[in-house]
């Protein structure tokens, strides 16, 4: 595997059920992040990670819960998730010394659909 | 807080001909990075070029180039000899070079560009 991958990449669940996304990074890279795109939005910033700390969250519901077991893993636990969820979750990883230049590599995403 | 805007919510050009979307944006900060993503209906966000705003060159990938104006805080995009696989939403985004995240700061993205390619 290269780049940045994601799993599963698509999910239905209730709103009573408990589900995680996963992201994982094979780029050697230090920080990950989770954005949500939803339907005429822009991307927005949900949860930082820089060397396995979280640095910020962008008030985030609690229902949403990040984890950040090493620099290459990045999960995101979801329960009792409202209908409004529903959206694209991307993950992204970045280098944060001079040498990344600020860029973050995307994965492909999760379509999650909340029923 | 930054923010970012793309005025064009949807381009159509001729395959071959030149094409440019247009973003601003508005910060308080001299040293910042500035970013175009490209998704195509696979949804994959892919960097298609990026400048840092310290240089004072407009940054350029083969088709792909910016034309950079730091004082108007504009950043457009212009593909030359649009191809069909150029069909994409298109994202401007910034980011901060010298935020609180030490170096993990998360992008501002616009609402993006859809863009057309006539065969």
Redesign the interface.
């Given at each position: 595997e290269t780049g940045v991958t994601q799993t599963p990449r698509h999910l239905v669940m209730g709103m009573t059920n408990k589900k995680s996304l996963k992201c994982e990074q094979h780029l050697g890279h230090?920080?990950m992040?989770w954005?949500k795109q939803s339907a005429?939005?822009?991307?927005e910033?949900m949860f930082?990670?820089?060397l396995e700390e979280r640095?910020?969250n962008?008030s985030v519901p609690s229902r949403f819960s990040p984890e950040c077991p090493n620099s290459s893993h990045l999960f995101l636990h979801l329960h009792t998730l409202q209908p409004e969820d529903s959206a694209?979750y991307?993950c992204?990883s970045?280098?944060?010394?001079d040498s990344?230049?600020?860029?973050?590599?995307?994965?492909?995403?999760t379509?999650l659909t909340v029923l | 807080a930054q923010t970012?805007t793309q005025s064009q919510p949807e381009m159509s050009v001729q395959e071959a001909e030149t094409v440019t979307l247009s973003c601003t944006y508005d910060t308080s900060e001299s040293d910042y990075?500035l970013?175009w993503?490209k998704q195509p209906p696979?949804?994959?966000?892919?960097?298609v070029i990026?400048q840092?705003a310290y240089k004072q060159q407009n940054a350029t990938e083969n088709r792909f180039s910016v034309n950079f104006q730091k004082a108007a805080k504009s950043f457009s995009l212009k593909i030359s000899d649009s191809q069909l696989g150029d069909a994409a939403m298109y994202?401007c985004a910034y980011?901060s070079?010298a935020g609180?995240?030490?170096?993990?700061?998360?992008?501002?993205?616009?609402?993006?560009t859809h863009l057309i390619i006539q065969p």
């Open positions: 230090n920080a992040y954005y005429k939005k822009p991307l910033l930082v990670y820089s640095v910020e962008n694209l991307l992204a970045s280098q944060t010394d990344g230049k600020g860029t973050q590599y995307f994965g492909p995403g379509r | 970012v990075y970013f993503y696979s949804r994959q966000m892919i960097l990026r840092e994202f980011r070079a609180s995240g030490g170096g993990a700061d998360g992008l501002t993205f616009g609402k993006g």
